[in-house]
């Protein structure tokens, strides 16, 4: 019995997102020129060039600043990921395991990806 509760769960886990991708992701920032400041929404702060851990659920506003220059606002959205990024080809249907694997998926966000990334920014002069 317990074998079989294993089997089912090695099943169930090596088809999802969650335990191929992760529920966070690197988000990368970029500018030219390079040694912006940039904050988020989310609380996070870096010097561009910059790759920060984000989790993979959730938009958040990002603001790159730097003397002399115009500041920068955008918006970076959360979306589903695309077709063969998801990783789940592989997935093994067993009655309802499938989608055990897509709630946990949705759960943990990592059926989901940023939009841009690498955020890339041409700062203009004030």
Known sequence: ?????????LVVLSGCATAKRGST?????????????VTSTSGWECTTPCI?????????VVTV?????????????SVPI???KRGLGER???GE??????VTDWASGANREHQPNPLE???EPE
């Open 1 to 9: 019995m317990r074998r079989c509760l294993v089997a089912v769960l």
């Open 25 to 37: 992701e690197t988000f990368e920032v970029r500018s030219s020129p390079s040694g912006a400041s």
């Open 52 to 60: 920060v851990k984000v989790a993979r659920r959730g938009d958040f």
């Open 65 to 77: 600043r730097k003397d002399g220059y115009l500041t920068r606002t955008f918006t970076i959205k």
């Open 82 to 84: 695309q077709g063969n």
């Open 92 to 94: 093994v249907v067993v």
């Open 97 to 102: 395991t499938e989608y055990i694997g897509r």
């Open 121 to 123: 920014v041409e700062l």
